[in-house]
Each structure stands twice: as structure tokens, then as C-alpha cells.
């Protein structure tokens, strides 16, 4: 009898998991249907663990890699308080970043939300997303596609703060002297963004 109860105890707690996971699943669906959600984001898996990324009506805002802390209440903080996780709203992305490092796809087609950029930074990461795959620019080059190259060491302070990694290529920006420089996920993503473009060997 013990054996009895303790599996009709155990299904019963299953049977209360699996309803409450699609519960959450509705609400999840109906908040962002009712524009209840400012900010979706999701995990998604990567070569280098799982990314952070999170979207508004305007486009993908945040790519975050693992490790990089207070994701979400920067998010809450800066944009809106309304922020969960929507993995449905993040498919495109999903689907792409997927592609990028499967070594299948060169450049990203989702509308971008440019909110956590200023001015400056907006022209910096601008003028970088327009350098090819498997490509590289200088910090000084890239100044100088807005105008003011002398603006270099800026440059690189607005790249270092660039909130969608990846997506907006700040890994092609390299030093004059052909030195990787810094990156704001780490020298090793840095190269194996790189090598997976085909610039370095």
C-alpha cells in the first residue's frame, strides 16, 4: 500500500508540474499578445554557452554572454519594468544566431532596437555594422566612417559598451597595427568569432 501511495503521490505531483508549466506558458503567450510585455527575452544556446537576449517591439536591444551579471535589471531599469521571458519572441534571433554559427549565414535580418546607445556610440556601432564578413576595420577606420578620426580611443570606449555583441560586429575592429585589441566578451570569443568568419586561421 505504501508503494501505492507514494506513486499516486509522485503522479500527482507530475501531473501538478506539467499543468502549472502550461499555465505559465498561457500567460506568458497572453501577456505578450495583450502588450502586457515591454521586454522578452530568452536563452539561447551558443558555442560559447548560453546567450542572453531579449527584444522590444522595435527589435533585438540586448545580447548578453554568460557570465555578464544584472542582465535583466538593466533591462527593468533602463527600459521598462515589464520584462519576461517570451522564448517565442526571440525565435528569429534563435534561428539566425544559429545559422551565424553553423558557418551558414553572413549577415542578420531582424530589426535592431538602438535604445541603450547614445548618439555617439549609435554612430560608432552604426558604421561597424557595416563591415563585411570576414572582414576587418581599424578603431581609427571606423572613427573616420563618422567623420572624426581621431575619435579612436572613444571609438573603442563605445564599442567596449556595445549592448548587442555579434550581431553588431564589434569584433572586427581590430588595432592599426593588426593587434585583436580588446572585446567586451573576451579575447578567445573574439577569435573564435574571427576564425568562424574565416579571418583568421
Known amino acids: 500500500?505504501?508503494?501505492?501511495?507514494?506513486?499516486?503521490?509522485?503522479?500527482?505531483?507530475?501531473?501538478?508540474?506539467?499543468?502549472?508549466?502550461?499555465?505559465?506558458?498561457?500567460?506568458?503567450?497572453?501577456?505578450?499578445?495583450?502588450?502586457?510585455?515591454?521586454v522578452g527575452f530568452a536563452t539561447i544556446d551558443s558555442p560559447f554557452g548560453p546567450l542572453t537576449v531579449a527584444a522590444t517591439r522595435m527589435g533585438l536591444v540586448r545580447l548578453a554572454y554568460p557570465g555578464e551579471k544584472g542582465v535583466l535589471e538593466e533591462?527593468?531599469?533602463?527600459?521598462?519594468?515589464?520584462?519576461?521571458?517570451?522564448?517565442?519572441?526571440?525565435?528569429?534571433?534563435?534561428?539566425?544566431?544559429d545559422e551565424y554559427f553553423e558557418g551558414r549565414l553572413r549577415r542578420f535580418r531582424f530589426?535592431?532596437?538602438?535604445?541603450?546607445?547614445?548618439?555617439?556610440?549609435?554612430?560608432?556601432?552604426?558604421?561597424?555594422?557595416?563591415?563585411?564578413?570576414?572582414?576587418?576595420?581599424?578603431?581609427?577606420?571606423?572613427?573616420?566612417?563618422?567623420?572624426?578620426?581621431?575619435?579612436?580611443?572613444?571609438?573603442?570606449?563605445?564599442?567596449?559598451?556595445?549592448p548587442i555583441p555579434i550581431v553588431i560586429p564589434c569584433h572586427r575592429v581590430v588595432r592599426s597595427g593588426g593587434a585583436l585589441g580588446g572585446y567586451t566578451g573576451g579575447l578567445d570569443r573574439k577569435r573564435f568569432l574571427l576564425r568562424l568568419e574565416g579571418f583568421l586561421q
Open 111 to 162: 530589426d535592431l532596437d538602438w535604445t541603450l546607445v547614445g548618439p555617439f556610440g549609435r554612430k560608432i556601432l552604426s558604421a561597424t555594422a557595416r563591415i563585411p564578413y570576414g572582414s576587418v576595420a581599424s578603431y581609427r577606420d571606423v572613427a573616420a566612417r563618422i567623420g572624426n578620426p581621431r575619435a579612436s580611443r572613444a571609438a573603442g570606449n563605445a564599442l567596449g559598451s556595445n
Open 75 to 97: 533591462l527593468s531599469t533602463r527600459l521598462s519594468p515589464r520584462v519576461l521571458e517570451v522564448p517565442a519572441k526571440l525565435d528569429r534571433v534563435r534561428r539566425q544566431l
Open 1 to 38: 500500500m505504501k508503494d501505492v501511495g507514494k506513486t499516486l503521490k509522485e503522479a500527482a505531483r507530475r501531473s501538478f508540474a506539467e499543468e502549472s508549466s502550461r499555465a505559465a506558458a498561457r500567460l506568458t503567450t497572453e501577456a505578450d499578445r495583450g502588450s502586457l510585455v515591454d
